[in-house]
């Protein structure tokens, strides 16, 4: 395929409840079939099993939403934005919101590599104690180390923590903002967060707010 | 639980299970009517994990049948996983559909489909998860109407306990037929037994409970009575006498499937009459859509889904009439679209090869499959799949040089009169075939066998013979493990105790029931797992319920015994099935029924369905007669 015959678009959605447990390459599928679905003339790499050639924003943890997710798609055809966005939005599933598509330079660096850290807001279940909360969130940023255990290899989490702070939007119902590490090889969990809190983060529903550029 | 209730305790399990995307619903297509406004409301039901059942077809006809009718709407419903089982016991969360996650509780209908026979104790597994009582007799007016349809059902005896109904045969005019019938008995108020009085009345619909089975002192069945005018005997198979256009809005599945591709059927019914095969048995005549129709299909189901890989799906696609046709065509139509297609159950020759060879283009090179299913010519023609091995081989040696690395080879130990040698054949074959391999691509070339052990299935010519023992599928399995330790070549097997396992529940008679609820208490569920298939538990359940295993499998059936399943009436009739059983022992085939009819019986049994629907519609003779009586003396008809 020659490469100047391609045409790169950089499509923004959100991620709602419906897909919350549709994983990073589960969601890579449901993107090309939304695609096709669209008649969007998708470029296949060649060979014996040929995918579309597309790239995705930093994986988001199973189970979060996000309304700031990027899939960055290549056409063998040059589309106007506009129409892209209109054919997408017929054939969308329930769940993915597409809020913008634009243009992108062929040569601008991938998704992941310009993001180095992601913002999540954590809301909690009523049933959750977080009286305490505000004393732990201080320990939390006060720690030098904070080692954890996932697939069973340790690892210190406290470096990924950008920042983690405590916003009351109403006063019975405090909501937790937090920005983690997005590089290469040095990704923050957010419910490892919370864990490292001591709540239960299967009572919290976690929703990533922005993507935070290298650029920025 | 109001479904507002059971979502917001998911919202907890969820995170804590594996693939949590097998229970959300919510995947592009699925439908969601309005439940205060919508008077029967159905759930489809799969006794198995959702990864299976969204690939079952025959459920995903019966959804689109159901959503398009004003007046009902179907929803779907899975086993959970053990993880997922364990989390919803816990919780206290009734199994639920996975559209409005309304409990299955709340259904009027809830329908499972069961293709094959060992996901029976799944069912009892599910009832249980949704709070309904196991058993049909301790059902009332609140529980939903649990009904059963698919293959398995053409010996519904073994589960006749748990169901309300079964339907027999095609499912796509029959159930509009329940539905109305449910509908009607919703309005008059009126008692359970009155509905499935109602339900009786149907043609194809078998409920189990008003009929009683009447047994021989040595255990052998006498006979099945009628306990009210209402029950039908037999019951005969429905069918479609034209195959509706085929359904294009699947549900596209947010996660990976077992097929997860666009199905699209082109054929039902098979013409080749392998004397082991059930399916080619049961769901004769065959039928044709055309072409265009096929194409069309495509067309939207692709528009509409946006699936990258396709499958044109029957029970031998080299038999599709005009199969060249369709290839060239679906070629030409869909060539530049990143579209892969597979054309599964092609007959061994090399025409074969060159179809694929024309669909697939470059695209891909995974494996080719060939199912001889014995190795010797005289075994071959036993089971009326005639084929020579020169033949094979020579499909074999066009496979490998037009791009393949691996051939697929299926065979079946355990056929009638089957010895050590034939065994050894297969071992000799695989061989053959790997050496051709070799001489044409060198150490690329591989050979995956598959090696299935026989079951005698109801309504084939082989009904009346005998299961291998599990020694003597353990000394067969042996030779070929022995032989076939070769680099290049790789060898499955089943295990014989799961053979054991679907040979009972194929075969078995109501006193089965007693046995597969014991066993369900005793903690067997998913079965068709080997990992989770526990035979000491189901000999443990048949010694407690005083059920001799032995008696299902390894008796010689006389002619004239009444089997569990002679009041199913498949329209293929018992005096054919034993002609062509004689047949074999003579080592007689029948080619091609398309090519020569013989009287299997489909054609007096639906006559009329016959000659409403003339031509090309059927594979069947013509018929001409106006006169029904002359039906039963139908001449052997050249086409």
């Known amino acids: 395929m020659n490469q100047s015959k391609r045409h790169r678009y950089r499509i923004h959605f959100t991620k709602g409840d419906t897909l919350r447990f549709i994983g990073h390459l589960d969601l890579y599928r449901t993107w090309e079939r939304t695609l096709r679905r669209a008649r969007i003339p998708l470029t296949y790499s060649q060979g014996f099993n040929p995918r579309p050639k597309m790239n995705q924003s930093p994986a988001l943890p199973l189970g979060c939403t996000s309304e700031c997710e990027a899939v960055d798609i290549w056409l063998e055809q040059e589309l106007h934005p506009e129409r892209i966005l209109e054919d997408l939005r017929q054939v969308t599933p329930q769940g993915l919101q597409i809020q913008s598509v634009k243009q992108v330079d062929l040569r601008a660096p991938s998704l992941q590599s310009q993001v180095i850290a992601v913002e999540y807001v954590v809301f909690f279940d009523p049933s959750t104690p977080l009286d305490d909360l505000q004393s732990s969130v201080q320990n939390v940023v006060e720690e030098k180390n904070i080692l954890r255990k996932r697939r069973g290899r340790e690892y210190d989490l406290r470096p990924l923590i950008e920042h983690l702070e405590i916003d009351h939007g109403e006063p019975e119902k405090p909501i937790l903002r937090m920005i983690l590490s997005a590089r290469q090889g040095a990704t923050g969990r957010p419910e490892e967060v919370i864990a490292s809190l001591g709540l239960d983060p299967t009572f919290a529903s976690i929703h990533r707010t922005r993507l935070i550029l290298d650029t920025e | ?639």
């Open chain 2, 1 to 639: 639980m109001t479904p507002e209730e059971v979502q917001r305790k998911l919202e907890h399990i969820l995170p804590t299970v594996q693939k949590p995307g097998r229970y959300t619903g919510g995947e592009y297509n699925q439908v969601i009517k309005e439940w205060s406004q919508t008077p029967v409301r159905v759930a489809l039901a799969f006794p198995d994990i959702y990864d299976l059942g969204m690939s079952n077809l025959g459920l995903a006809i019966l959804y689109d049948i159901l959503n398009q009718q004003p007046g009902v709407l179907a929803e779907r419903t899975y086993a959970p996983w053990l993880d997922m089982e364990d989390a919803i016991r816990r919780e206290r969360v009734p199994l639920y559909s996975l559209e409005t996650k309304h409990p299955l509780r709340d259904f009027d209908i809830l329908g499972f489909s069961l293709p094959y026979e060992k996901i029976n104790t799944n069912v009892l597994n599910m009832l249980d998860l949704a709070g309904i009582p196991l058993m049909t007799s301790e059902r009332d007016h609140e529980h939903p109407l649990v009904i059963a349809g698919g293959h398995a059902t053409y010996n519904p005896e073994p589960m006749v306990d748990f169901f309300d109904a079964f339907v027999i045969g095609e499912g796509e005019e029959v159930i509009l037929e329940i539905v109305g019938c449910v509908r009607e008995w919703k309005r008059s108020n009126g008692a359970r037994k009155d509905l499935l009085k109602a339900l009786a009345g149907i043609l194809g619909v078998y409920v189990p409970s008003l009929y009683q089975a009447h047994y021989h002192e040595d255990g052998r069945l006498s006979h099945i009575e009628r306990l009210t005018d209402e029950a039908q005997l037999p019951i005969i198979k429905r069918i479609v006498p034209k195959l509706p256009p085929p359904p294009c809005n699947h549900i596209v599945p947010f996660i990976d499937i077992t097929h997860n591709r666009l199905p699209i059927e082109i054929m039902r019914g098979c013409t080749r009459g392998c004397r082991f095969c059930q399916a080619g048995m049961i769901t004769r005549p065959v039928r044709e859509r055309t072409v265009e129709e096929i194409v069309a299909a495509i067309d939207h189901g692709l528009a509409n889904t946006g699936f990258e890989e396709m499958g044109l799906l029957s029970l031998s696609s080299s038999d599709f009439s005009s199969i060249l046709d369709l290839v060239r065509e679906v070629n030409e139509r869909f060539k530049d679209q990143h579209l892969s297609i597979s054309l599964p159950s092609l007959r061994i020759e090399t025409v074969s090869v060159e179809l694929m060879d024309l669909l697939q283009g470059n695209a891909h090179r995974g494996g080719f499959t060939l199912a001889p299913e014995a190795a010797t010519e005289r075994l071959r023609d036993l089971i009326n799949k005639p084929v020579s091995t020169e033949q094979l081989l020579d499909t074999a040696h066009e496979i490998y040089k037009r791009g393949w690395h691996t051939i697929k080879l299926y065979f079946m130990i355990g056929h009638p009169t089957e010895t050590l040698d034939d065994v050894q054949a297969i071992a000799d074959l695989c061989k053959a075939v790997l050496a051709k391999g070799r001489s044409i691509i060198g150490k690329r070339a591989r050979v995956n066998v598959g090696v299935s052990t026989f079951v005698p299935k109801p309504h084939t010519p082989f009904q009346w013979t005998t299961c291998d023992t599990i020694e003597q599928i353990e000394e067969k399995q042996g030779l070929l493990k022995r032989q076939l330790r070769i680099p290049g070549l790789k060898l499955n097997w089943n295990d014989p105790q799961e053979t054991m396992l679907e040979a009972w529940l194929s075969r078995g008679d109501r006193r089965l029931g007693r046995v597969i609820h014991k066993a369900w208490m005793q903690g067997t569920k998913f079965d068709a797992w080997q990992e989770h298939f526990n035979y000491p538990a189901w000999m443990e359940a048949f010694e407690t319920v005083g059920v001799d295993p032995s008696f299902y499998l390894h008796r010689e059936r006389s002619l004239d015994e009444t089997l569990p399943w002679d009041h199913i009436d498949a329209a293929v009739n018992k005096q054919f099935l034993a002609e062509d059983y004689l047949w074999s022992t003579q080592g007689r085939t029948r080619i091609d029924c398309r090519e020569h009819c013989y009287s299997c019986g489909i054609l007096p049994t639906f006559i009329d369905l016959r000659r409403q629907h003339p031509g090309k519609t059927w594979e069947c003779p013509e018929v001409h007669s106006p006169s029904q009586k002359k039906v039963k003396t139908l001449p052997l008809i050249q086409n």
